[in-house]
């Protein structure tokens, strides 16, 4: 860690484990540094100004004003400072985070579906096919509503709180949520996106740090939001092969158990995406 990231180790950011985070995280070094330095001028400046056009020393106010043109320079100087920063880098950046998506043979593409007061993931299964979700299925047992009677539902896995995905890989996760507005928020990957009902939202990330990561949710989502946490586990390919492996074994336990509607569920529904992309989920 070099000295100029102290600052954002100082305002308690993890430390990077994706991709695509030092970009994020140079830009707000950099927005700190610059920031501390205009408070510093700033408050120097007004300290000065008080001190100096004190009323003793002029008691009749001037309303000519300033006629130097230092002033005009140093906003002139500020504003494009910003504009640098926002045309710059922050635009491109955030370009790249909402239109470059990996493709989908490459990625790992994961449902992310938040509820109050947790994450649940949906993931393919062996087949790679994601099954049909119907809101009417929603049940304490299938929290997905995922619909039994379709066959490339058989082999999904659903997990709740915790998701693993192998390091070196880009994840695709696509938000949605069955009541209020939350946000999937995985500060140590730099990365966040509002889960709205109705709504598929994107976002994407590469993991490059096995370990065990916080999911928080970044939206004021009801009185249990102080509690909507989760975990993000980024294992070997290995790891993650048997992980998915001990999943699947837990959901095929899990289909004995018939799925019942539940008739007061006023989820809106949530329906599968296309098939647009369409990951392997073997390595
Ligand atoms: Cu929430």
Not at 163 to 192: G, N, Q, T
Request: one cysteine or more; hydrophobic letters at 40%; a negative charge.
């Amino acid at each position: 860690m070099n000295s100029l990231a102290l600052i954002n180790e100082f305002l308690g950011q993890p430390p990077n484990a994706s991709s695509h985070g030092y970009q994020i995280d140079h830009i707000l070094e950099f927005c700190h540094w610059f920031m501390a330095a205009l408070f510093v001028g700033w408050s120097a400046f007004f300290i000065y100004v008080l001190f100096r056009f004190r009323k003793s020393r002029q008691p009749a106010a001037d309303h000519a004003g300033v006629r130097s043109p230092i002033s005009t320079h140093l906003e002139f100087s500020v504003v494009l400072i910003e504009a640098v920063l926002l045309l710059g880098f922050a635009i491109p950046l955030w370009a790249r985070r909402v239109n470059q998506f990996p493709p989908g043979r490459e990625a790992l593409l994961v449902h992310v579906v938040a509820q109050q007061f947790s994450f649940n993931y949906h993931l393919p299964g062996a087949d790679g096919q994601f099954g049909r979700r119907d809101v009417n299925l929603v049940s304490n047992s299938n929290p997905l509503g995922i619909d039994p009677s379709d066959p490339a539902g058989k082999d999904d896995i659903v997990t709740t709180g915790e998701l693993h995905v192998p390091v070196d890989r880009p994840v695709i996760a696509e938000l949605s949520s069955k009541d209020v507005i939350h946000d999937y928020f995985i500060p140590d990957m730099r990365i966040a996106g509002d889960s709205i009902p109705g709504s598929l939202i994107p976002i994407w990330f590469t993991p490059v740090k096995t370990g065990t990561y916080e999911v928080i949710c970044a939206q004021l989502c009801g009185l249990g939001h102080y509690g909507m946490k989760g975990t993000l586990v980024v294992d070997t390919p290995q790891d993650y092969q048997a992980w998915l492996k001990e999943r699947a074994e837990l959901a095929g336990g899990a289909q004995a158990l018939a799925p019942s509607a539940s008739p007061g569920a006023q989820q809106p529904q949530n329906k599968p995406p296309a098939p647009a992309a369409s990951p392997s989920p073997s390595g």
